[in-house]
């Protein structure tokens, strides 16, 4: 975007000075939207171990928390609680955009709750991470046995009121979770000129999505905001007071740029990350988000 200035050939008192030839500009200028991205990469052998949480895999009971993957970099949980658990030869990463009755919301969430509290080395949060996938994952399979009540049973009865608590926890915040958007958007520009004094005016701004924000950075002019050629933070629908700056050497006529990038807060990838071990279960690793 730019906005030509040019000096007329005199004004009062013999001294030129400036005018803005066009009164109205506009350009689009990139915008990228953050969002929770995944790379796909080719699938490979590798084994599991336990990780953190209670009993061993194979017991009775049955075991409840994460496994140990990728060298013992990551930290899983299984999202298939009747195939059973994990063992022999296993493959992954697979990226998997739809699962049972899961929304994208769903899938955001526990890719929320294995990537932050799950990837805990405290075995309280591991069982409380677990039963809060199988919760949303598994959401059948998971009631028809019992659900929280059932399933907790595989701990101490010393632990499962904190267990309990932080289940609960992962609730009341996975609630906030979305998932976040993909993609490219842009951003409108639209710069005025105030037709009583040619050195101010106004630049516009349009976002899309409308929730993106960013930052803008014009060349011979400054913001009055904040008295700078930088202003952050920028948001759909405001209207900003610039006014121009000459360039080194005071050139006859100048122009005025503007340049944005823009992000959207685009919440948690909607695509969840697994490994695969040979008997057919499925376990979520973290997204890396």
Known sequence: MSETISHPNTSE?????RRIVNTVLAAVAALAVAFSGLV?????AEAATIGYG?????????????VRINGG???????DIAAGNEGGSDTGPFNITSWKAMTANDRARVNWAVSTYGQSTDRMWAA??????????DTTYYNSQGGFGYYSWRAPASDRPT???RYNQLISEGAAITAGATGNGSATLTLTVNPANNYIGTLAVSTSPTNATGTIVLTNGVFDATGTNTIAGVGNGQVLAIRGVPPVGDPIGYKISANGTFSAPGGWSSTLRTWLPS????WLRPTGV
């Not at 796909?40 to 490979?44: A, I, Q, V």
């Not at 409380?128 to 994952?137: D, P």
């Not at 008997?279 to 499925?282: P, R, Y």
């Open 73 to 79: 970099s990551e930290l899983a949980y299984c999202i």
């Open 128 to 137: 409380a991470v677990q039963l809060y996938i199988w919760s949303i994952a």
């Open 13 to 17: 008192g013999g001294k030129p000075r």
């Open 54 to 66: 209670y009993n061993t895999i194979g017991s009775a009971l049955g075991y409840l928390g994460s």
């Open 40 to 44: 796909l990469t080719s699938p490979r």
């Open 163 to 165: 267990i309990e608590a």
């Open 279 to 282: 008997n057919g279960s499925a």
